[in-house]
């Protein structure tokens, strides 16, 4: 599975993106899809995952109430919808793909990072 996210940008705080991540390969309606971030000096840290049917979903308390992920396997595209946003969620973005549940951050595929930044 390739894995290819766009969608960051600079944004005020308060204000709402939409990311996405486009697929390539068969199997990707059989993955768990997750989004994870990696601010300046910090570690990368999990988002939220989306299972491969799109029925049960995990995020991080966090973004919890702000983001939603979603897909469409017809599409082979992942989504993060994110509203209400703050300067702390400024960091690099990745979406990412494995095959195990969404409470499992272990993840077996990586796209490359969209920058989003959240100005005050």
């Known amino acids: 599975v390739q894995l290819q996210a766009s969608g960051g940008g600079l944004v005020q705080a308060g204000a709402s993106l939409r990311l996405s991540c486009a697929a390539s390969?068969?199997?990707?309606?059989?993955?768990?899809m997750g989004w994870f971030r990696q601010a300046p000096g910090k570690e990368r840290e999990f988002v939220a995952a989306?299972?491969?049917?799109?029925?049960?979903?995990n995020y991080a308390d966090s973004v919890k109430g702000r983001f939603t992920i979603s897909r469409d396997n017809a599409k082979n595209t992942v989504y993060l919808q994110m509203n209400s946003l703050k300067p702390e969620d400024t960091a690099v973005y990745y979406c990412?793909?494995?095959?195990?549940?969404?409470?499992?951050?272990?993840?077996?595929?990586w796209g490359q990072g969209t920058l989003v930044t959240v100005s005050s």
């Open positions: 990412a793909a494995n095959l195990g549940s969404v409470y499992n951050h272990d993840y077996d595929y």
């Open positions: 390969g068969r199997t990707f309606s059989r993955h768990t």
């Open positions: 989306i299972e491969w049917s799109g029925g049960r979903t």
